[in-house]
């Protein structure tokens, strides 16, 4: 079933393992002269980034400079962003755009000036600096440059091929700290393949998917950050996952993201008619529906927990139909699917997990603390979105952080071919192959749509928007109980790719409770009743894992 002993790895100069925006930079900008393998688990498609909505900020407009932007940013994560990683993220966004441009990605354009870019503004930043192709931003990016990327000689595609683990010096019983690949199971076949690179990059996005309720598709299941954490990397500022606002609620829509433009065009939040129908966020914070996210987020929470409320309401029927039709298609069209017609009625919306603030510990070149392991995207922390992101700052870091990967690769190579040039270069050591000898098929798959299921909830009641002490010692104890079943698991039967998700949420899920119980005070997206203050000084949570 599995390959042969002995049989040879699947060599490539780049290994990337993600198909979202940071991946697919990434392998675009690596792929001239060099052999590069793409591993995505479900279709190239499948991932966050074609579901964003909003758009990517970068300073073009007249009147907006840097400093505003980075302000903005720095405001948004209360005090806990690194400034180097904003500042670079910043000063690289106007040049990220002008590159999507190029390959032709269809960005609106201003009505009343033809050729300049349109620009919306969103919660948190104080202009209009949101570049986005009308209410779908990331499915145009994606589209663009799956295209482009099908079309690329050296580039090689692994679909429904899922992340195992990475194969680092550890495993090979080697001294050193360096990452040699990857094992990855075919979803097709049931076959776990051994990938070889000398450089593999994590771009895997986010783990909303450990929640009940989230915006991110089924994919985001935190699959590089617990693979990166068992291959002895750190981990920082877990506990601050971001719950978007408004999310569409009706028993037929799933996951479906009403974009925080909506209220960056004027859209108001209202009470249900039987709670008042009343505006409520102008109590709440003096920037109304403009606050950044996670103050939205807690108010939201704040009235439905006050008043027994399954939902508010999101009204933006003030604007014309043509307005609407022009700027939110999509939202537009999905809503009238389900018999909402947001012309003329406001719409449901919940809260719900959106993204992962916190990840692998890396620098502005993607490098983690294994050699030859990058990780971009949402998969990293690079320090940006400190404790709150900002929106529209995640997909143009995707740009910026996969350029600087792939700058740094050409840096690495360039010295490696310097050194070989010298003398002998060092061989690559040999792989071994997935060894499943000692394993058989599953007899109980209920066992992981149970264990699933009771994850995913109790990380929403007890790991939610406002958190205690108490409730993350129920969260903590509940995983250490998962941890061994899954573990037991794992050891005994064949590979699966519910195995694998289940087996990295409750890793992730173990690195978010961790982090917040180490945060002893409320700072942007962590909110814990038993510490309501800031504390003096802003510090990451850096979690080490044992192996390190």
Same mark, same amino acid.
């Given at each position: 079933?599995?390959?042969?002993?002995?049989?040879?790895?699947?060599?490539?100069?780049?290994?990337?393992?993600?198909?979202?925006?940071?991946?697919?930079?990434?392998?675009?900008?690596?792929?001239?002269?060099?052999?590069?393998?793409?591993?995505?688990?479900?279709?190239?498609?499948?991932?966050?980034?074609?579901?964003?909505?909003?758009?990517?900020?970068?300073?073009?407009?007249?009147?907006?400079?840097?400093?505003?932007?980075?302000?903005?940013?720095?405001?948004?994560?209360?005090?806990?962003?690194?400034?180097?990683?904003?500042?670079?993220?910043?000063?690289?966004?106007?040049?990220?755009?002008?590159?999507?441009?190029?390959?032709?990605?269809?960005?609106?354009?201003?009505?009343?000036?033809?050729?300049?870019?349109?620009?919306?503004?969103?919660?948190?930043?104080?202009?209009?600096?949101?570049?986005?192709?009308?209410?779908?931003?990331?499915?145009?990016?994606?589209?663009?440059?799956?295209?482009?990327?099908?079309?690329?000689?050296?580039?090689?595609?692994?679909?429904?091929?899922?992340?195992?683990?990475?194969?680092?010096?550890?495993?090979?019983?080697?001294?050193?700290?360096?990452?040699?690949?990857?094992?990855?199971?075919?979803?097709?076949?049931?076959?776990?393949?051994? =990938?070889?690179?000398?450089?593999?990059?994590?771009?895997?996005?986010?783990?909303?998917?450990?929640?009940?309720?989230?915006?991110?598709?089924?994919?985001?299941?935190?699959?590089?950050?617990?693979?990166?954490?068992?291959?002895?990397?750190?981990?920082?500022?877990?506990?601050?996952?971001?719950?978007?606002?408004?999310?569409?609620?009706?028993?037929?829509?799933?996951?479906?993201?009403?974009?925080?433009?909506?209220?960056?065009?004027?859209?108001?939040?209202?009470?249900?008619?039987?709670?008042?129908?009343?505006?409520?966020?102008?109590?709440?914070?003096?920037?109304?529906?403009?606050?950044?996210?996670?103050?939205?987020?807690?108010?939201?929470? =704040?009235?439905?927990?006050?008043?027994?409320?399954?939902?508010?309401?999101?009204?933006?029927?003030?604007?014309?139909?043509?307005?609407?039709?022009?700027?939110?298609?999509?939202?537009?069209?999905?809503?009238?699917?389900?018999?909402?017609?947001?012309?003329?009625?406001?719409?449901?919306?919940?809260?719900?997990?959106?993204?992962?603030?916190?990840?692998?510990?890396?620098?502005?070149?993607?490098?983690?603390?294994?050699?030859?392991?990058?990780?971009?995207?949402?998969?990293?922390?690079?320090?940006?979105?400190?404790?709150?992101?900002?929106?529209?700052?995640?997909?143009?870091?995707?740009?910026?952080?996969?350029?600087?990967?792939?700058?740094?690769?050409?840096?690495?190579?360039?010295?490696?071919?310097?050194?070989?040039?010298?003398?002998?270069?060092?061989?690559?050591?040999?792989?071994?192959?997935?060894?499943?000898?000692?394993?058989?098929?599953?007899?109980?798959?209920?066992?992981?749509?149970?264990?699933?299921?009771?994850?995913?909830?109790?990380?929403?009641?007890?790991?939610?928007?406002?958190?205690?002490?108490?409730?993350?010692?129920?969260?903590?104890?509940?995983?250490?109980?998962?941890?061994?079943?899954?573990?037991?698991?794992?050891?005994?039967?064949?590979?699966?790719?519910?195995?694998?998700?289940?087996?990295?949420?409750?890793?992730?899920?173990?690195?978010?409770?961790?982090?917040?119980?180490?945060?002893?005070?409320?700072?942007?997206?962590?909110?814990?009743?038993?510490?309501?203050?800031?504390?003096?000084?802003?510090?990451?949570?850096?979690?080490?894992?044992?192996?390190?």
């Amino acid at each position: 079933m599995n390959q042969l002993p002995g049989a040879p790895a699947l060599d490539f100069d780049v290994l990337i393992i993600g198909s979202g925006l940071a991946g697919l930079t990434a392998a675009l900008l690596l792929a001239p002269g060099r052999r590069v393998a793409v591993l995505t688990k479900r279709e190239l498609s499948d991932g966050s980034s074609g579901w964003a909505q909003g758009g990517m900020a970068a300073v073009l407009a007249e009147g907006d400079t840097l400093a505003q932007h980075i302000s903005d940013t720095l405001i948004a994560g209360a005090g806990l962003c690194d400034p180097a990683a904003v500042r670079a993220v910043v000063e690289g966004a106007p040049e990220a755009i002008a590159w999507l441009r190029t390959l032709g990605v269809p960005f609106s354009e201003d009505t009343d000036r033809p050729g300049e870019l349109h620009l919306t503004r969103e919660g948190g930043h104080s202009q209009r600096r949101i570049v986005h192709a009308t209410d779908a931003t990331g499915a145009a990016v994606q589209k663009t440059l799956i295209k482009r990327v099908r079309g690329t000689p050296g580039i090689t595609l692994f679909e429904h091929h899922m992340l195992v683990d990475l194969i680092t010096d550890h495993q090979l019983h080697r001294p050193g700290n360096r990452c040699h690949g990857a094992y990855a199971l075919d979803a097709g076949t049931g076959a776990v393949s051994t =990938f070889s690179a000398r450089h593999t990059l994590l771009a895997t996005g986010g783990a909303g998917k450990v929640y009940l309720y989230s915006t991110n598709p089924d994919t985001a299941t935190g699959d590089g950050i617990a693979a990166a954490w068992r291959a002895g990397c750190r981990v920082s500022n877990m506990e601050f996952i971001q719950f978007h606002p408004t999310c569409l609620y009706h028993p037929h829509a799933k996951s479906f993201l009403i974009s925080e433009a909506v209220r960056g065009e004027g859209g108001q939040l209202l009470l249900p008619p039987e709670a008042g129908g009343t505006r409520f966020m102008p109590a709440h914070d003096e920037r109304a529906e403009l606050a950044p996210r996670d103050v939205v987020a807690r108010a939201i929470d =704040f009235e439905m927990k006050k008043h027994g409320l399954d939902c508010v309401y999101l009204d933006i029927s003030h604007q014309s139909p043509a307005f609407l039709r022009e700027h939110f298609p999509n939202i537009l069209q999905r809503c009238a699917e389900l018999g909402i017609d947001i012309t003329q009625e406001p719409i449901p919306v919940v809260p719900a997990a959106h993204y992962t603030c916190g990840g692998v510990l890396s620098d502005l070149a993607g490098r983690t603390d294994a050699s030859g392991l990058y990780a971009i995207g949402e998969t990293a922390c690079t320090g940006l979105h400190g404790a709150n992101r900002l929106a529209s700052n995640s997909l143009v870091e995707c740009v910026v952080l996969a350029r600087a990967a792939a700058q740094s690769i050409d840096a690495q190579d360039t010295a490696e071919a310097a050194t070989a040039a010298a003398g002998d270069p060092a061989a690559p050591p040999p792989l071994p192959a997935w060894d499943d000898s000692r394993v058989s098929d599953a007899d109980e798959a209920v066992v992981i749509s149970h264990n699933w299921d009771e994850l995913r909830r109790f990380m929403w009641d007890y790991v939610g928007i406002v958190r205690t002490n108490k409730r993350l010692e129920r969260a903590a104890h509940r995983i250490t109980l998962l941890q061994g079943e899954i573990q037991e698991f794992y050891a005994r039967f064949h590979v699966s790719r519910d195995l694998l998700e289940l087996r990295n949420l409750v890793q992730v899920a173990d690195l978010i409770v961790r982090s917040a119980q180490n945060r002893h005070e409320s700072r942007g997206l962590h909110f814990s009743r038993d510490y309501p203050a800031l504390a003096a000084q802003a510090l990451p949570t850096v979690l080490v894992p044992p192996a390190a």
